[in-house]
């Protein structure tokens, strides 16, 4: 039986899920949140579904250890490749980033409108949002675009440097002129550029940052299933397999969290 006291389970290919984080602390203020970030394997964007799948199978069955109520996969490469994998093992309901962040952009794009999807190689490859904009049914034209350089060059703490905008209009700006309404962050980094995205895309296109959708959608399930934590002032916990230091130090950095002491889990 799950109950209300269990914490969520929420799990990144590193850090970049940590955006997601901050947005379920936001919706969830009296949640007990249990973060996994596989800081030893990343990034998951260049590897191969097999990889990905094992990786967060692994990762998974951790923090069902753990008695979790609730899984949030925090990573689009992850939710594209492995969401089916894990809901298959899982005795919890299990969210993925996807069909929140499509859900948003078809709020920003009206029929017949264009979308355009950022991500990882895999996450493009994968071309897990085409397929859930297409069962949507909501009559967009999609187009997918890899933009590697810019997990990197989050992690380096650039987003504010020139060399940030260089790189985004390298990736970019051949869509400026082709009527996009909206663009989906469609990996937990890109939000940390999202200014650099939306000057280089022009006032026309909506940016949307899925994290905010992935939260309100955990709050509903949890809602609609009697299991929300009514408490004050929920605990965070954070574990990653490899360097916790860097991770401290960028968490803090990057996105203001104070992560406190960081545990080792190493597979
Ligand atoms: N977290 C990954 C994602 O959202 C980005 C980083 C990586 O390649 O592992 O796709």
Not at 58 to 66: D, G, R, V, W
Request: charged share 25%; hydrophobic share 45%.
């Amino acid at each position: 039986m799950l109950n209300k006291k269990r914490p969520i389970g929420i799990f990144d290919s590193g850090l970049g899920g940590l955006t997601v984080f901050k947005a379920l602390r936001r919706q969830l203020p009296g949640e007990d949140i249990i973060y996994f970030g596989d800081t030893a394997r990343v990034p998951y964007g260049t590897k191969s579904p097999e990889a990905v799948i094992a990786f967060s199978e692994e990762i998974a069955a951790f923090l069902f250890k753990k008695k979790i109520k609730l899984l949030v996969v925090a990573c689009n490469t992850a939710s594209s490749l492995a969401l089916d994998e894990v809901r298959r093992i899982s005795p919890v309901p299990v969210l993925g980033v996807i069909l929140p962040g499509v859900e948003a952009a078809l709020k920003a794009a009206p029929r017949g409108g264009r979308i355009l999807v950022t991500g990882t190689s895999a996450t493009v490859k994968s071309r897990a949002y085409s397929r859930a904009l297409a069962a949507a049914g909501a009559g967009v034209r999609v187009t997918e675009k890899a933009c590697p350089l810019f997990v990197p060059l989050v992690e380096e703490g650039w987003c504010g440097k020139p060399v940030a905008l260089t790189v985004a209009r390298e990736y970019l700006s051949p869509f400026r002129k082709k009527n996009i309404d909206a663009l989906i962050l469609g990996c937990t980094h890109y939000p940390m550029l999202k200014s650099v995205i939306a000057r280089v895309m022009g006032p026309r296109t909506c940016i949307v940052d899925s994290a905010h959708y992935a939260a309100l959608g955990a709050r509903a399930e949890l809602e609609g299933r009697g299991l929300l934590n009514p408490g004050r002032r929920g605990r965070s916990e954070f574990i990653v397999s490899d360097a916790p230091e860097r991770f401290s130090a960028l968490a803090g950095r990057l996105l203001g969290i104070k992560t406190g002491k960081v545990a080792i889990k190493r597979f």
